[in-house]
């Protein structure tokens, strides 16, 4: 389910938290973390706000809070131990302060958060710039969105600005040319929003160290991929596994993929609920951009 539709099922909230459903239920009733709107048929639904605190506390868990502490506090205590948590994880590098750069977008002047964005884009290029400061932007503007410091409207704002400044960089690089090139089909099995700049961006490090680029921009069935290499056979295939949404069934799917079609090897890229991995010559798990470029590296 896409954000922004305003009611949300218990596996949205699974998908976009990592959390599973059935710890979600046990978490209701021991804690009472969410209390939820049920249907005629006595369905559980959702609303923004149980979104945002389930990715709050979701947040917390995963930097070490027991339930049982995080379940003490408010939603102003809450909101607070969150941005405390992300504080102290951003702004290591002190030539780039997340805080400062994000006013710059809170009006909407699409030509003012550019141009603060520009000198870190100018020296180091996009490659560095996003792995070192476009990301971790996002990542700090995902969290104000969750503590109710930016709105939706400012967090889409930062992030499709973002997007827009990776696909000029993108169309600046020449089309990759040679009847070697190597083929990566990249496949977005994923309705999450959050790790599209991610996969956009592996599109351009791609096309960058060569490779021609079979990219459709939609979400597909993790089916489609049997019907694209019918048309056009591939070397490699990338597939954006979402934030949390991955399950062990497409894994296994993939995997098998990996071992029946003739190409040299499966990424699975942002997959952070599980450890970095690699199961075979010919199928990988990334978590991140800087483990997936070290994985692309030595391709070819």
């Excluded at 009472?32 to 369905?43: A, G, H, K, M, Y």
């Amino acid at each position: 389910m896409e954000e922004g539709n305003g009611v949300f099922s218990i596996r949205d909230l699974e998908n976009f938290s990592g959390i599973k459903a059935h710890t979600i239920r046990i978490w209701e009733k021991r804690y009472n973390i969410l209390e939820p709107d049920r249907t005629d048929s006595n369905i559980r639904t959702y609303n923004e706000s149980d979104l945002k605190k389930i990715l709050n506390v979701s947040y917390l868990n995963r930097n070490g809070f027991k339930i049982s502490r995080i379940a003490r506090l408010n939603d102003d205590e809450l909101t607070h131990q969150v941005m405390k948590v992300s504080s102290s994880k951003n702004d290591s590098d002190q030539n780039f302060q997340t805080g400062k750069i994000l006013m710059s977008a809170i009006k909407f002047n699409e030509d003012h958060f550019k141009e603060a964005l520009a000198p870190y884009l100018k020296e180091p290029g996009i490659e560095q710039a996003y792995t070192r400061y476009f990301r971790p932007l996002l990542e700090k503007a995902r969290i104000l969105w969750q503590t109710g410091s930016l709105s939706r409207a400012q967090e889409q704002f930062i992030r499709n600005t973002i997007r827009q400044m990776i696909i000029i960089e993108d169309n600046k690089l020449p089309s990759p040319t040679g009847r070697d090139t190597p083929t990566v089909a990249m496949i977005n099995t994923s309705e999450s929003l959050t790790t599209d700049n991610n996969f956009l961006f592996y599109k351009y490090i791609l096309k960058k160290r060569g490779f021609d680029i079979i990219f459709t921009g939609g979400i597909l069935p993790a089916s489609e991929v049997i019907e694209i290499y019918k048309i056009k056979p591939f070397d490699y295939l990338v597939v954006n596994s979402s934030a949390f949404g991955f399950t062990g069934k497409k894994i296994s799917y993939f995997r098998s993929l990996s071992k029946s079609l003739m190409i040299k090897k499966i990424i699975i890229a942002d997959s952070p609920g599980e450890a970095e991995k690699i199961y075979s010559d010919k199928f990988t798990i990334t978590k991140d951009p800087a483990s997936f470029i070290s994985c692309i590296n030595g391709l070819r």
